[in-house]
């Protein structure tokens, strides 16, 4: 696969080619430690508060005061109350604790308000506020074993028991990687036996993947399969999780054809296996898709990652003249233009690219547990902090949910996908007709015809949901676009027995994000209703459910969740 131009694109430039994709495998590679060096930002923040004389003066006064009412006990600083760190009643009656948390309040709204009135642009200005952020995440009163109420009583409760047992638990944590506080109690579950457990069978196995086909649950099922193809950071079953909460299920039991792509975890050997390897397993998998369903078009459903490789797919379908093999293209929480998207399109450069591409050229692979340490950063507070003072303060055992079990299960990258997916996001080139050439074919998105359901999450602290509605305005034909009220992966395990959530949803698209925002009112529920009728009307007429798997040329090799889920 090759993501490049012959010569210098003159729109290209150095405020919008760096994006999260890349700078998410960057750091995979060099620790997400190096966001914490603001660098040349840093030095470009302290200047202009230089010439902020004003500004600055006015907030240290204001600190001052503020402090001063905080010591003499007048100050109303206060958390906010769905702030679970706070939740002690003794934050509010202990006079000496009560002055510790205001104190602390006062400090972090300060330093995040230095960085607004530097008046920064825009690179520097994510940078900087993620140093801010994180810095004052990390000073929280609550995470210290001598400031924080909750940990004291417990410690007192047990006589000192959970000091130790948080303590055994921080060495334990801190052997191996990613060298972050557990999230997850992996005792709790077991893939085959409480997760991936939709009754299937494997149908194909290659080198690269397992096809697995779902045992249809209703008499009749719809002409045209469904192929949903997985993230390859992770394993495939979090479109399978605990019965109830499986999307596989919910498709299969609404009368869906479903079929899975299964990827195996790549070892030292495979290196090689670049986007132009993963791209032309997708299309096999097509293949048989077809054949065992005995249907000329397959509905393809991508997630994260695995919507990079099907947006492939789709611009070679289109190119070689064989988009008319796909009923339908839908995206879930994916991102495929990666310019602007915040903070992660600040910290990168194509020297970083080069560097780590080369980095896991040598290994072979990008372990996925560093890659996993590099999500929990994004989101310091609620994926570092509260599990170190679950963990190590209270000397508790992580809880047992479905999905960060999951999110535990982690599998490597070839070097090869790694320096593809660097490349590509590093140039943003699926935004660019015929810059992305794969299996030898330059591609352009905006000439397909097909339609499209773009899923995205309004909390998604990975990929922005404003930068996965530009996918919509990317790909050609008609789109219908989804935002949920959920996060990363939250919006895509998101059944209808979950009565909190809703999704704003229309086949009216404006350039504009906001305008979208702003003009959709929210719809009670799963979009995974929507999704279903929405799939259902270009799925062809109903058929009798077949009542064996496979066919003379697939035949059945395992029962799901087949083999290569297992591979550690």
Known sequence: MVAKSSTANENDSGDDVAAPLDSLLVDAVFSPVRRFNPGMSGLRFGARLLVHPVSVGRRAASVARELGKVATGFSSVAPNPKDRRFTEQAWSDNPALKRVLQSYLVAGSAARG????????????????????????????????????AALKAAL???????????????????????????VDTTAFEVGQDLAVTPGAVVLRTEVFELIQYTPQTPKVRRVPLLVVPPTINKYYVADLAPGRSMVEHFVACGQQVFMVSWRNPEKQHAAWGLDTYVQAVLDAMTAVEAISKSRKTLLFSLCAGGIISSLVLGYLVATGQENRLAAFALGVTMLDQSRAGLMSSVTSPELVAAASAKSRADGFLDGRSLAAVFAWLRPGDLVWNYWVNNYLLGKRPPAFDVLYWNADTTRMAAELH?????????????????????????????????????????DHICAWTSCYRSVHLIGGQSRFVLSTN?????????????????????????????????????????????????SRRSGAEKLAPKTLGDAEHEVLASAPGTYVFAS
């Open 419 to 459: 320096a593809d997916f660097l490349q590509l996001g590093i140039e943003n080139s699926l935004t660019k007709p015929g810059r992305t050439t794969v299996l030898g074919t330059p591609i352009d998105l905006s000439q397909a015809t097909v339609d499209s359901y773009v899923v995205a999450g309004i909390a």
């Open 487 to 535: 996060g990363h992966i939250a919006s895509l395990v998101n059944p209808p027995t979950n009565k909190k959530s809703s999704y704003r949803v229309s086949d009216t698209t404006p350039q504009d994000p906001q305008e979208f925002l702003n003009s959709v009112e929210p719809t009670p529920g799963s979009w995974w209703t929507d999704f279903v009728d929405w799939f």
């Open 157 to 183: 409760d047990t006589g000192g028991a959970s000091f130790v047992r948080g303590a055994k638990h921080f060495v334990s944590d801190m052997a191996v990687k990613p060298r972050i506080p557990s999230m």
């Open 114 to 149: 230095l960085v607004t009135d530097a008046d920064l642009a825009w690179r520097d200005r994510e940078r900087m506020t993620f140093v801010a952020d994180n810095l004052v995440e990390a000073a929280s009163p609550s995470n210290n074993p001598v400031l924080n109420p």
